[in-house]
């Protein structure tokens, strides 16, 4: 079992960047791949990075790809997602998330079973 815990979410301006946490707890060496979503207002949850915690590849959404960065710190359980350039269509609550131990598509949003509780970002023009 795994707990996730995000933290950094706030409001921006247009242009800024910000840098979201996220710290697992619990039997965080039965993860496959961890990931960000995010979820705009009476929008879908949408994937938009991953990366496979064993051996650190990453995988992106391409609305995304070139300003965010996910990284993770394996010693302190910690996954990070830096988001530059913020737009007002960044706005959302984001959300990490892992896998089980089984190799899965890190891409897909069905691939994972246990979500933090979200940190709400917002982008001002």
Request: charged content about 20%.
């Amino acid at each position: 079992q795994v707990q996730l815990v995000e933290s950094g979410g706030r409001m921006v301006q247009t242009g800024q960047s910000l840098k979201l946490s996220c710290v697992a707890s619990g039997r965080t060496d039965r993860v496959y791949s961890m990931g960000w979503f995010r979820q705009g207002s009476g929008q879908d949850r949408e994937f938009l990075a991953g990366i496979i915690w064993s051996e650190g590849l990453t995988y992106y959404n391409d609305a995304v790809r070139g300003r965010f960065i996910i990284s993770r710190d394996n010693a302190k359980n910690t996954l990070t997602l830096q988001m530059n350039n913020l737009k007002p269509e960044d706005t959302a609550v984001y959300y990490c998330a892992t896998s089980g131990p089984e190799q899965v598509p890190v891409t897909d949003i069905g691939s994972y079973i246990t979500w933090g509780q979200g940190t709400r970002v917002a982008v001002s023009s």
